[in-house]
């Protein structure tokens, strides 16, 4: 079955740095990755998501970036705000008749800084 | 985006109880959903799929006497703990599906935590 690692666990940015977030999928024919965003004691929230029919998909401060090739795609933020600070799980899923199960990474620690 | 409802937020309920957790819909339908069990500080881990007029898929490992689930309509699963003991307090989450161009994108309710004494 899939396989997702994400990386890094933990990661801390002072207010207005950009943070990046990496994962990499081990089922080739996986062909959609979301990223949710999770605030502490919520449901995780969808920020962004790319299908891989795409390299690249951006919204304001959040862009994903995907190289098929290599198996991972990253999560890139800029422009950093403590609003921002949350767990970040990616996730990857090959959709199968009509419905799609998740695969998720095991999240990263965004802590943003004043 | 689509949203997803749970119910209750919170319970706290003796050990042997059972307790039910609703998921909904609010603005599309969902002839799956999919229930979810989070540990603290740890990843999403998928308990089972929740299939409309059907039954339940389960994970390896998860048991699906304890954990019964029903998908009574188009925008409405439940998950019910049976006999619940201290092992089971964790974060439930539902998500469903939102069937659009290209295929599905999941959203997920705003979960339940379930503590048992």
């Known amino acids: 079955g899939e396989n997702v690692e994400q990386h890094p666990s933990t990661l801390s940015v002072q207010e207005g740095d950009s943070a990046v977030i990496k994962c990499t999928y081990s089922d080739s024919a996986s062909n959609y990755f979301p990223w949710y965003k999770q605030e502490l004691g919520k449901g995780p929230q969808l920020i962004i998501d790319i299908r891989s029919n795409v390299g690249e998909k951006k919204d304001q401060r959040i862009a994903v970036t995907l190289n098929k090739t290599a198996k991972h795609f990253s999560l890139h933020i800029t422009e950093t705000q403590p609003e921002d600070s949350a767990v970040y799980f990616c996730a990857a899923t090959r959709p199968l008749s009509g419905y799609s199960t998740l695969t998720f990474g095991k999240g990263t620690m965004l802590l943003v800084s004043p | 985006g689509a949203v997803v409802s749970q119910h209750p937020s919170r319970v706290i309920c003796k050990s042997g109880t059972s307790v039910k957790i609703e998921c909904r819909s609010l603005?599309?339908?969902?002839?799956?959903m999919f229930w979810y069990r989070q540990f603290p500080k740890k990843s999403l881990m998928l308990m089972a799929t929740?299939?409309?007029?059907?039954?339940?898929?389960?994970e390896q490992g998860v048991e699906k006497d304890k954990f019964l689930i029903n998908h009574a309509s188009l925008t409405l699963s439940t998950l019910t703990v049976t006999s619940a003991h201290p092992e089971d307090s964790s974060f439930y989450i539902c998500?469903?599906?939102?069937?659009?161009?290209?295929?599905?994108?999941?959203?997920f309710g705003p979960g339940t935590r379930l503590t048992v004494l």
């Open positions: 929740s299939n409309e007029g059907s039954k339940a898929t389960y």
């Open positions: 603005d599309f339908q969902a002839t799956t």
């Open positions: 998500s469903a599906p939102e069937r659009g161009r290209g295929g599905d994108t999941q959203y």
